[in-house]
């Protein structure tokens, strides 16, 4: 199957400081790259949307200064946290549009970063 | 808008039982796709089973199954001789045909007793 990889696994940062998060799909070109937030205990929601060489479009509520989405490239996409918070604390889990290679509208999800902001 | 939810926040079954885990949607879409996913202590997503909307026959994988009922915007999830290793979070997702969205509903914690 597709291979996602997503770096880091686990990050802790102090508050004020920025985080970087990498998607990177392993086997396949992604032209679209989906962002998810998991806060404890609770489900995904979407953040954004990236396509390659545009601008990222955020779901209602999402600061776009906040989480600077950057899809440089078909096989990576970048999540940055800016000025991170403690609420910013949660699990964040990229996936990218594998374009029907896994089948039919299934996507394949990164293991997530788990980031703690004290 | 398009609505999912998960009434059942945490669920048990023992070794080898079979348990049903609900899920009920709400959209005015004709054409979309449900899935369940499961995901694990190590939080990565797993894709369990896909339905297709514009199918009648529920779709099975295994020892996993579903009761999809259109009209009812109902799709249970029915595990068959259930191990250990099924003890994880249960998220059935809804996704419109053409989008690559998910909407996700809140989950269900499945333990499986030994």
């Known amino acids: 199957g597709a291979v996602v990889s997503q770096h880091p696994s686990w990050v802790i940062c102090k508050s004020g400081t920025s985080v970087k998060i990498e998607c990177r799909s392993l086997?396949?070109?992604?032209?679209?790259m989906f962002w998810y937030r998991q806060f404890p205990k609770q489900s995904l929601m979407l953040m954004a949307t990236?396509?390659?060489?545009?601008?990222?479009?955020?779901e209602q509520g999402v600061e776009k200064d906040k989480f600077l989405i950057n899809h440089a490239s078909l096989t990576l996409s970048t999540l940055t946290v800016t000025s991170a918070h403690p609420e910013d604390s949660s699990f964040y889990i990229c996936?990218?549009?594998?374009?029907?290679?896994?089948?039919?509208?299934?996507?394949?999800f990164g293991a997530g970063t788990r980031l703690s902001v004290l | 808008a398009q609505t999912v939810t998960q009434s059942q926040p945490e669920m048990s079954v023992q070794e080898a039982e079979t348990v049903t885990l609900s899920c009920t949607y709400d959209?005015?879409?004709?054409?979309?796709?449900l899935f369940w996913y499961k995901q694990p202590p190590s939080r990565q997503m797993i894709l369990v089973i896909r339905?297709?909307?514009?199918?009648?026959q529920n779709a099975t994988e295994n020892r996993f199954s579903v009761n999809f009922q259109k009209a009812a915007k109902s799709f249970s999830l029915k595990i068959s001789d259930s191990q250990l290793g099924d003890t994880a979070m249960y998220f059935c997702?809804?996704?419109?045909?053409?989008?690559?969205?998910?909407?996700f509903g809140t989950g269900t914690r499945l333990k499986v007793l030994a």
């Open positions: 086997d396949f070109q992604a032209t679209t």
């Open positions: 996936s990218p549009d594998q374009g029907g290679r896994a089948g039919k509208n299934i996507q394949y």
């Open positions: 959209t005015s879409e004709n054409n979309y796709y």
């Open positions: 339905q297709e909307a514009y199918k009648q």
């Open positions: 997702a809804f996704m419109k045909a053409g989008t690559y969205k998910y909407i």
């Open positions: 990236s396509n390659e060489g545009s601008k990222a479009t955020y």
